[in-house]
C-alpha cells in the first residue's frame, strides 16, 4: 500500500531534481522511494578478495616483469 509524504527542502533543489526525474523517465515519487529502499537495505560489504576473484585473469606472460611495466606505461604517458 502506498502512502502520501511531504516533504520540505529547498525550491531550487526541487527544480534541480525535476530535471533529473524528467531526463531518467520517472517521477519524483520513484526516485524518493527507490532512494529510501536503498537507504534501508542492509549493506552488504565486498572484501578485495571477492573483488579479486572476479577479475579477469591478466593476459600476461608469467615471465613479465610488471614494475618495468609500470614504469614503461608512465614514461609513454608523459611521452618520454
Known amino acids: 500500500m502506498k502512502t502520501r509524504l511531504n516533504l520540505t527542502i529547498e525550491e531550487n533543489l526541487l527544480q534541480r ?5 524528467a531526463r531518467q523517465h520517472v517521477s519524483l515519487s520513484e526516485l524518493v522511494e527507490s532512494y529510501f529502499e536503498r ?3 542492509p549493506v552488504k560489504r565486498k572484501s578485495i578478495v571477492d573483488i579479486v576473484e572476479r577479475m579477469d585473469t591478466p ?3 608469467p615471465e613479465t616483469d610488471l614494475v618495468s611495466e609500470y614504469y614503461k606505461d608512465i614514461e609513454r604517458e608523459h611521452g618520454l
Open 59 to 61: 593476459v600476461l606472460p
Open 39 to 41: 537507504l534501508t537495505q
Open 17 to 21: 531534481m525535476k530535471m533529473y526525474a
